[in-house]
DNA sequence: CACTTTCTGGGTTGTTCTGTCCAGAAAACG
DNA sequence: CGTTTTCTGGACAGAACAACCCAGAAAGTG
């Protein structure tokens, strides 16, 4: 093993160029999936040429690692309106809409997900799973450390399993996107979600808000 | 097109190796992914040789619409077991018991499950997307059935939503195993159903029941 | 303005995998 | 018991694709 391509510090050109072909790849993989996407359709969408992607990359293993990297720090995908904070009945389920509205604006088209990676690469790959465990896991935080200003507020009751509802959020969320793109109706997201922050109200230590 | 190798009625013989080859196929996709899994691999697992594949199936899509159908076939798949009605809080929790145990047997490395086949194959081919669509819908439409039925029983409220409700159910599920595989963990696959159940539960009629 | 590092372009190789062909064995059928 | 369909086996062609190399341009550094 030739000591993984040392990564000495990229000028600006070659960030650029870098990040040129790190979005190609996650655009084609939207579309395409991992498997379905060749080092060579990323090359031309990028608009570079030859051996560009082994300079900035060891493998395709690494881009699509690369990927994942980039996909789990956009938090919680639904947006580039980046979430900051889920602490609020109102955040939750402004994010929600958010995440129902955006796959209905594609049509239900397989956006670039962990999720999507996921499902792809966790039985395959290790060191993906990994990334993506990983990134699972800081959504899952930051989900559950809403919920935990939440309840210091007192808005949410002592006796709620915050843990269990911010799995539970993840799952339904995660959920709901697979099944949207595979049925091509956004139903299932919506119902997954309606469902979940229900459940979630449920603990509202203040019962006169609608459910909706 | 050649008309689709005419499906003139197979031997027992015959029948009996197709079989054989989905059931390798099935095994080998829940290891290691669709893409991961070579025609030749199949060959060999199964103990058939050379051209066999090609014999009963059209090509490597035709195979794998196969194990999808067959997936889908057995019925809401934790379990041999064949759920044959989910139309009781009992029968609901021991599905979900199910599923979990299931998932911890195998240290949550993928089954073979539609989820895991619909994150790598809805976005690539729209065939199989269609195919996974359906084994969904059904599912659907069997968890669907069995809350009707709680409804008719007055063991749910009337005023309960059951088509998200089923939707709900269904997206936890798969939610929820995609991130167990992920995470290698069940917590979030029990976070999931725990939830979804205890919001089903939420409709009962007759609240005594422990939410457990 | 020399000199070194970093970036670019294209061509190429070797492997892996799907899908095909042909000839021989086994079973079904009269 | 002979003939026809069905099944089996291995070998092979053709394409796709990941990965590597080399030479030249551009940018950065003294």
């Known amino acids: 093993m030739p000591e993984a391509t040392k990564p000495r510090r990229l000028t600006p050109k070659g960030q650029a160029t870098k990040n040129r072909i790190i979005e190609a790849a996650t655009a084609l ?33 690494a881009l699509i690692r690369a990927v994942i990297t980039r996909q789990a720090d956009s938090a919680l995908d639904p947006g580039l309106p980046r979430i900051t904070a889920l602490d609020s009945f109102e955040a939750l389920r402004a994010w929600a809409d958010a995440a129902i509205e955006r796959q209905r604006e594609n049509g239900c088209r397989g956006g670039c997900d962990l999720g999507t990676l996921a499902g792809e690469l966790s039985g395959t790959d290790e060191e993906s799973r990994t990334d993506l465990a990983n990134g699972f896991l800081r959504w899952k935080d930051l989900i559950l450390n809403g919920l935990r200003a939440m309840r210091e507020r007192d808005e949410l009751r002592a006796d709620a399993d ?44 203040d019962q006169r808000q609608p459910v909706r």
């Open 29 to 61: 993989i939207a579309q395409r999936g991992v498997a379905g996407t060749g080092i060579e359709d990323v090359r031309a969408a990028a608009g570079v040429s030859g051996s560009q992607l082994y300079h900035y990359f060891a493998s395709k293993q």
């Open 162 to 205: 915050l843990d269990e509802l911010a799995f539970a959020l993840l799952s339904a969320h995660q959920g709901g996107t697979l099944l949207s793109q595979t049925v091509l109706d956004v139903q299932p997201l919506e119902a997954s979600m309606n469902a979940t922050l229900a459940y979630i109200r449920s603990f509202a230590t």
